[in-house]
């Protein structure tokens, strides 16, 4: 059983930064894959960034490259995804999830675990 965490969120204004962190217990961190997903009002979930066990291979959703990047400090159990250059678009409550082997990085139900969500707002 995985327990995530997150916090970070906020509201910021456009161009503005946030980092987003995510608390996780209850198995060994360097054994599961991160992610982070992200849910707009009246949208599905969507995956923004993933990044591997080690933190060796991280992959982002086209719409965060160049502004998000997500890393890992396996010696705190905790993922980050750091936000630069937000848009009104980047609205949405973000979720971190995790899974010792996802079959689909991209794929929410691959992920066996997931957090209560932050929710990020950018103003115009």
């Known amino acids: 059983q995985v327990h995530l965490v997150e916090s970070g969120g906020g509201l910021v204004q456009a161009g503005g930064s946030l980092r987003l962190s995510c608390a996780a217990s209850?198995?060994?961190?360097?054994?599961?894959?991160m992610g982070w997903f992200r849910q707009a009002p009246g949208k599905e979930r969507e995956p923004v960034a993933n990044i591997s066990r080690s933190g060796g291979t991280t992959y982002y959703a086209d719409f965060v490259k160049g502004r998000f990047t997500i890393s890992r400090d396996n010696a705190k159990n905790t993922a980050y995804l750091q936000m630069e250059a937000l848009k009104p678009e980047d609205t949405a409550v973000y979720y971190c999830?995790?899974?010792?082997?996802?079959?689909?990085?991209?794929?929410?139900?691959?992920?066996?675990?997931w957090g209560q969500g932050t929710q990020v707002t950018v103003s115009s």
């Open positions: 999830a995790a899974d010792p082997r996802p079959s689909n990085i991209w794929s929410t139900s691959a992920y066996g675990y």
């Open positions: 209850g198995r060994a961190f360097n054994t599961i894959t």
